[in-house]
C-alpha cells in the first residue's frame, strides 16, 4: 500500500477507532492494499516537564531523619536532562545497578521538604521492525554465549519469602515447554512471541482491589493481573525456557480529556541478540487489552511514546524491595508528619504524529 492509500485508510480507522477501541489499546484494521495493517496515526515523538517525588512536612519540635532513594528517568531514544528539587543532603549512588539520587536528612522542628526531580524529556517511540526474528539469537546460543545473563536473569525472585518471579513452578514451566515444543523453533525472538500469544490467550488485565503484587503462579491460576502481575507471569515464562527477562517499572503518560497524567506502571524486558537491538534487549508491554495480532504489533518489541523508565531490574530478590520502596522517615513524639507522592506533568508537546505500518512480511515503520 502506498503512502496516500494509507493516509485514506487512516481518516477510515479515526471513525473506526472511536467506536471500536478498548482498554486504551487499538484494534487493528487490515485494509487490503498489498496485505498490509495500518494503524491509526498517533504521538511518536513528544517534549514535556515531568517532576516527580514526595512532598515532606514535618511540624511541631523534635528531630527527624529522612531517607529516599529516587530513581533517574531514562528512555530508549531521545534526550533527558533532570534538576534536583531539593538541592541538599544529597548524592548519587548505585544501587542494584541503577542509578539513584539518595537523601539523608537530619532535620529539627518544622520544615518542608520537596524531594525529587524535575526532567525535561523528548522521547520518539522504539520498535524492533522485523517481527520475525530473523537476526535473534537461538536459545543455545543465549545460554553458551551469554551465561552471566542467564544465571543473572533465569532464576526465581522473591521478596519476604514470597516468590513473584517463578520460573521453577510445575505449572509455569511445564505451560512454558508446552508452548516451546509447540511453536517448533528455537529462536528466542519467536519462542518468546507465542509465550507472549499465550499470555494474551489466558490472561486479562484487572486493576487490583488491593495494592499488593501478586505472585506469578496465583496471576496464572486466576488467569488475571494488573502490569506487575502480568509482567512477573510473563517474566516467568520466558526464564522458564532460558530466555533471559527482566521487569521495568516507571510512568506511564496518558492523555484524557487534553489532560495529560502520569501513573506508575511495569513492564518487561527480554534479551534476543545483540543484532536485534544495540544491548540485544527489547521491551515487552503486556498489560493491553486487545486482539492478539495487534497485541504483538503494537507491544511486541515497542517501547511507545508514553513510557519513561525509571528502574530495571538486576535479576536480585533486592530489586523486588527496592523497585516499590518510598521515603523512610524517622521522628520524635512531638512531630508530626505528612508525607504525599506526586507526579506532574507539564508543557506536553507533540512534535510527531505517524502511522505504524507492517507490511505482509512483517516489517513494522511508522510513516
Not at 532460558?242 to 524486558?269: D, K
Request: aromatic share 10%; proline share 2%.
Amino acid at each position: 500500500m502506498d503512502k496516500k492509500s494509507r493516509s485514506i485508510a487512516g481518516l477510515v480507522l479515526v471513525l473506526l477507532i472511536l467506536i471500536m477501541s478498548t482498554s486504551g489499546c487499538l484494534e487493528y484494521f487490515n485494509f487490503d492494499f498489498g496485505g498490509g495493517t495500518t494503524y491509526e496515526s498517533h504521538p511518536t515523538k513528544v517534549r514535556y516537564i515531568i517532576s516527580y517525588g514526595y512532598k515532606v512536612n514535618c511540624s511541631g519540635t523534635g528531630e527527624h531523619t529522612i531517607h529516599y532513594d529516587c530513581d533517574l528517568p531514562e528512555i530508549l531514544l531521545g534526550s533527558v536532562s533532570t534538576e534536583i528539587l531539593y538541592q541538599q543532603d544529597y548524592e548519587s549512588i548505585s544501587l542494584v545497578n541503577n542509578t539513584v539520587l539518595k537523601w539523608n536528612i537530619s532535620g529539627k522542628d518544622s520544615h518542608y521538604y520537596e524531594l525529587g526531580i524535575r526532567a525535561n524529556v523528548e522521547v520518539e517511540s522504539f520498535l524492533v521492525t522485523d517481527l520475525n526474528g530473523n537476526d535473534a539469537l537461538t536459545l543455545q546460543e543465549i545460554k553458551t554465549f551469554y551465561p552471566n545473563l542467564v544465571d543473572q536473569y533465569c532464576n526465581e525472585q522473591s521478596d519476604n519469602n514470597v516468590v513473584y518471579i517463578d520460573p521453577d513452578n510445575s505449572n509455569i514451566k511445564s505451560t512454558a515447554q508446552t508452548v516451546l515444543k509447540q511453536t517448533n523453533s528455537n529462536n528466542s525472538f519467536i519462542v518468546a512471541k507465542e509465550l507472549f500469544t499465550w499470555l494474551k490467550q489466558n490472561t486479562v488485565y484487572q486493576i487490583h482491589t488491593t495494592n499488593n503484587v501478586q505472585p506469578a503462579i496465583k496471576t496464572y491460576q486466576l488467569e488475571s493481573g494488573d502490569c506487575d502481575d502480568l509482567s512477573f507471569l510473563y517474566i516467568s515464562l520466558c526464564r522458564s525456557v532460558g530466555i533471559p527477562a527482566r521487569f521495568i517499572s516507571g510512568f506511564l503518560a496518558e492523555e484524557s480529556n487534553g489532560v495529560v497524567s502520569a501513573i506508575g506502571h511495569a513492564w518487561v524486558e527480554i534479551f534476543v541478540g545483540e543484532s536485534i537491538s544495540s544491548d540485544g534487549w527489547i521491551p515487552i508491554e503486556c498489560s493491553c487489552g486487545a486482539s492478539i495480532k495487534t497485541e504483538i504489533n503494537q507491544n511486541f518489541g515497542v517501547e511507545d511514546i508514553s513510557h519513561l523508565r525509571l528502574f530495571k531490574d538486576d535479576g536480585s530478590n533486592e530489586s523486588l524491595n527496592v523497585s516499590v520502596s518510598g521515603p523512610r522517615v524517622i521522628y520524635d513524639t512531638n512531630i508530626d508528619v505528612d508525607m504525599t507522592s506526586f507526579v506532574e506533568i507539564d508543557n506536553y508537546i507533540v512534535l510527531e504524529s505517524k502511522e505504524l505500518f507492517i507490511d505482509k512480511n512483517g516489517n513494522r515503520s511508522y510513516e
